[in-house]
């Protein structure tokens, strides 16, 4: 799945910059992420940068895209140009 920013965002902008993929910008009017570009930091690190640091917490997982460990894997290559 990718993730997702609530309401509950208080643009404090220390998620943008730990984004690996650039999948984080500034909407109209909070931080959005693209689900397009967000694997979860899967091939980048252990756990996902932007909820690391979100002092909120209003990261959770988007559930209007699934996407399993593998297929946020294959993102990542895709995304980085790694070969399989």
Do not use: F, W
């Amino acid at each position: 799945m990718a993730l997702m920013i609530t309401d509950e965002c208080i643009n404090c902008d220390v998620c943008e910059p730990e984004c690996p993929n650039g999948a984080i910008s500034q909407g109209e009017d909070i931080y959005v992420i693209d689900p397009a570009l967000c694997t979860e930091c899967v091939g980048h690190y252990e756990t996902s940068q932007c909820v690391e640091v979100c002092p909120v917490d209003c990261i959770p997982l988007n559930p209007d895209y699934e996407e399993t460990r593998e297929e946020l894997l294959e993102k990542y290559k895709r995304l980085t140009g790694e070969s399989a």
